[in-house]
């Protein structure tokens, strides 16, 4: 049975909403953090990085994984200052204002909807891998799949990111602890001998530059996009204190093994130049090794990957249409709990959003990863911004809690102001660099909307 609890909303009124259940064990949310650092960005868009940056691209994977850790500290410190808060536009309204939590909230479900369509669009193709069927079915059919069984329960969504997270982490240790080995024994393959000197010895370690370096921020931020789910899933998880620190505090070993780790051995086998940006360098990797069914091995573990990102944007974008419903700043209807205590209302709206994906595939289907991954990555700069922001103004107008607090993040407030520089930067390279400077000069059309929304909603108020 739900329990009822009191909600703030922006005009004051107080009124009774149902509470999401704490499902989320230690085990499920430890492995949302790791489901949400390895996705498709890193199995497909690390080809396209790569012919960016080279060998460098290990250097872009390093400098942004650490920014991302201590948005995450920044995060985790500001959702354990007040058992209240469900998610960042609960402490974004609190600190920077109810426009934050309004524009943050459904940016977020915004860039997390973009991000999904590529991803669920991209399971119709890799099941036409094994049947020769239109994509377009089987895509649907792995939406409403994973819309039925995210109905269920959260604790389902939770073995279901569980399993698909350890498909992908098998994935990489197999590929690190097989590189070792070759390593080891100077392993030849058709593109040569295995050697960390693969690293250097075609063109150098920036063999296109450090423009090249620059432009490959764009698809490493999109690598990254996720992480912040251990902060969506807060509401859900039974034991945040203890939970949420663990998970974030693992991140930088993770984003060492999982990023750094893999992409290493990667160059180690594959020299850059030879790898396609439009593949994945793990099925390359694989079949230049002689694994004879590695092509049919990698094409499930990047449709498991491409179901679990699906699966998290389902999770995300119905989680964000809940707390925006529970506090006026959406339909009512959203913040309505099934008899499961998962927000059902806002689960099938997202996937009839979701949906319509194949529709952009079908129209510009050279274009449209690109497009999309760019308007995400910049839609996530903003809401890892709007976190560092909030917990800027957290820290000089709350002394009593940050005294008491028990997951204080580092470097405050100087890191913040340089992590904010470093994301004006990258935007800055977006717009210069060709490839990215549309999707960058047609996002702001969606905040321009945002703030004409909010601003009408607050005159009605």
């Not at 909230?105 to 069927?133: E, H, S």
């Not at 997270?165 to 994935?171: G, N, Q, S, V």
């Not at 240790?173 to 100077?186: D, N, Q, R, T, Y």
């Not at 432009?215 to 939970?243: H, I």
Request: proline residues 4%; charged residues 10%; glycine residues 8%.
């Amino acid at each position: 049975m739900a329990q009822l609890n009191s909600k703030r909303v922006p005009n004051n009124q107080t009124v009774p909403q149902q509470e999401l259940k704490r499902d989320l064990k230690n085990r499920h949310v430890q492995l949302i953090a790791i489901g949400g650092t390895i996705g498709t960005g890193l199995f497909l868009g690390s080809g396209k990085a790569i012919q960016l940056a080279g060998p460098s691209i290990i250097f872009a994977y390093l400098i942004i994984g650490i920014a991302v850790f201590f948005v995450m500290r920044a995060l985790g410190e500001l959702l354990l200052s007040n058992a209240g808060y469900q998610s960042f536009t609960d402490f974004a309204v609190d600190y920077v204002g109810p426009w934050a939590g309004y524009v943050t909230g459904w940016t977020y479900w915004f860039c997390w909807i973009m991000t999904a369509m590529a991803d669920i669009i991209a399971v119709g193709v890799y099941v036409r891998y094994w049947f020769d069927i239109p994509q377009w079915i089987p895509a649907l059919v792995g939406l409403v799949l994973l819309l039925g069984l995210n109905l269920l329960t959260v604790k389902l969504f939770g073995e279901l990111e569980f399993w698909f997270a350890l498909i992908k982490i098998i994935t990489i240790l197999a590929l690190i602890a097989l590189g070792v080995i070759l390593l080891i024994m100077g392993f030849k393959t058709d593109a040569g001998a295995v050697s960390v000197k693969n690293l250097w010895t075609h063109g150098g370690l920036f063999p296109n530059g450090i423009s090249g370096f620059l432009l490959s921020f764009q698809m490493v931020v999109f690598a990254f996009v996720g992480v912040e789910l251990v902060g969506v899933s807060a509401a859900e998880t039974s034991d945040p204190k203890k939970n949420i620190p663990s998970a974030i505090n693992k991140i930088p070993l993770r984003v060492l093994f999982f990023y750094v780790g893999a992409l290493f051995i990667l160059l180690c086998i594959n020299p850059w130049n030879q790898l396609n940006a439009s593949t994945s360098p793990f099925v390359r990797t694989f079949s230049l090794v002689g694994i004879p069914i590695a092509a049919g091995i990698i094409n499930f573990v990047v449709l498991t990957s491409a179901a679990s990102a699906c699966n998290s944007g389902l999770f995300s974008t119905s989680r964000i249409l809940y707390n925006l419903g529970s506090h006026n700043e959406g339909p009512a209807k959203f913040a309505k709990l099934n008899k499961n205590n998962v927000p059902g209302n806002a689960l099938v709206t997202s996937a009839i959003v979701l949906s319509m994906g194949a529709l952009l595939s079908k129209l510009i289907p050279e274009q449209a990863f690109g497009i999309v991954t760019t308007i995400s990555a910049i839609c996530f700069i903003w809401v890892w911004s709007i976190i560092l922001i909030s917990h800027i103004r957290y820290t000089k107008s709350r002394p009593d809690l940050r005294k008491t607090s028990t997951f204080k993040a580092p470097l405050t407030p100087f890191i913040n102001y340089a992590i904010l520089a470093f994301f004006v930067f990258i935007l800055i390279v977006m717009g210069v660099a060709e490839a990215t400077r549309t999707a960058l000069l047609m996002t702001p059309l969606w905040f321009v909307l945002l703030f004409i929304l909010y601003a009408f909603r607050s005159r009605k108020i």
